[in-house]
């Protein structure tokens, strides 16, 4: 079992940016794939951004390619979201989350991430 929580959220105008950070407090992220979705309001929750349990993978989802960026440290057992450019349309709640399946494999779907931590708020001004 792996407990998440996310952080870096906030208020930004457009053009800015903002790095979102996800902090295992309990368990290993090591052991984990991770997952960065977001939910924006009145819409379905969707992928942002994912990397394989090794880290040698990732998946960016093609609004957020080339702006977004994700990280792991697992001295820290931290994964972070670097986010440029943020445009008011990535304004949604980001959630991260984590898997125990594969090593190498990247999962795009929700439903393969079993744990999740509450989400942060970004907020992108015009």
């Known amino acids: 079992q792996v407990l998440l929580v996310e952080s870096g959220g906030g208020l930004v105008q457009a053009g800015g940016s903002l790095r979102l950070s996800c902090t295992a407090s309990?368990?290993?992220?090591?052991?984990?794939?991770i997952g960065w979705f977001r939910q924006a309001r009145g819409k379905d929750r969707e992928v942002v951004v994912v990397?394989?349990?090794?880290?040698?993978?990732?998946y960016s989802a093609d609004s957020v390619k080339g702006r977004f960026t994700i990280s792991k440290d697992n001295a820290k057992n931290t994964v972070s979201l670097q986010m440029n450019s943020l445009k008011p349309e990535d304004t949604a709640v980001y959630y991260c989350?984590?898997?125990?399946?594969?090593?190498?494999?990247?999962?795009?779907?929700?439903?393969?991430?079993?744990?999740w931590g509450p989400g942060t708020q970004v907020t992108v001004s015009s």
């Open positions: 990397m394989s349990r090794n880290g040698a993978n990732t």
């Open positions: 309990e368990g290993s992220i090591s052991n984990y794939a």
């Open positions: 989350a984590a898997s125990v399946y594969g090593i190498r494999t990247v999962y795009t779907n929700a439903t393969s991430y079993a744990y």
